[in-house]
């Protein structure tokens, strides 16, 4: 799969020329090649691009998202095809017990929260030992909802003048982020087979990303870590912040102890969720740990 993630922020012409990207711009022209491309982040409506570029994208597994007026991902391209044995990983989706995913859930809460607690070590702030202790106590499931408890202490730290809930440049950039990271990990469970909109824990009928909202869990401390560094009080959200947003699925986790790119992580994530489901073991599960910012080098 690609690498390589372009973000269009004024108006540009996208179409297809020899298996590679064109993107025009008053009269001048870059081209990149496709095989090269992991996602791609249309902010401006007045762009252009062609159909045949759009179902190219889709047989590559490139993920195509596009933005509202507000500049969030609004919508994603995800291909139907990505896999040779689709109907086989949707089975074993399907067919998962109730202990699996409620187990498979508990790890996810564990290493989010245990990310958190990293993310403020990193920010030189009070309350990781504290996330440290509740994620040592999540059962199956999560029915204590200690998800819900370090949500509150950890939020307290990042936000401590602010709520989720309160509009507020902070806000939107962390919801940029998420969107981002989302759109990443449906990108990788649409390239194993899986159906994005059944999920482990998260069941909203009206959402067709339940299964990435479950994985994006544990990758949303990188997000928070970034905005809490970059976007503060009195400051606005612009559009390089919102680059910088598309350029961290190149930062670094650490994951089955090696340094491995955001993308590389959900790739890596799905394959092991994948593997997991076939032999019904939980433990098998792969999921990343935050790190201090660093850009992946590639060799």
Known sequence: MGWRNIYISSPVKLNLVQNQLRITKEGEELDVPLEDIAVIVVECLQTFFTGQLISEF?????????????????????????????????????????????????????RKILNQARCLD?????????????????????????????????????????????????????????????????RALAAHGFLPALGIHHRNELNHFNLADDFIETLRPLVDLWVSTNVGPGKSFVPAHRQSLVS???????????HQTVLRC???????????????????????????????AYE
């Open 248 to 258: 961290l699925l190149t930062s670094n986790l650490l994951i089955n102890g090696e």
């Open 122 to 186: 990193l920010l030189w702030l009070q309350e990781g030992d504290t996330l440290r202790r509740l994620a040592a106590t999540v059962k199956s499931g999560d029915p204590e909802n200690r998800e819900s408890q370090a949500a509150q202490i950890y939020f307290s730290q990042i936000l401590p003048n602010s709520t989720r809930r309160i509009p507020s440049p902070v806000n939107d950039a962390l919801n940029y982020g998420y969107s981002i990271f989302r759109g990443a990990v449906a």
């Open 58 to 110: 889709a047989q590559r597994g490139i993920a195509f998202l596009i933005c509202d007026r507000t500049h969030l991902p609004c919508g994603e391209l995800l291909s139907y095809h990505q896999h040779s044995r689709m109907s086989k990983s949707f089975l074993l989706q399907i067919n998962a017990s109730e202990p699996f995913r409620k187990n498979c859930w508990r790890l996810i809460v564990r």
């Open 266 to 296: 959900t790739e890596i994530m799905i394959a092991a969720f994948l593997k997991a489901c076939k032999e019904k073991n939980p433990s098998l599960l792969e999921l990343p740990e935050l790190l201090p910012f660093s850009e992946h």
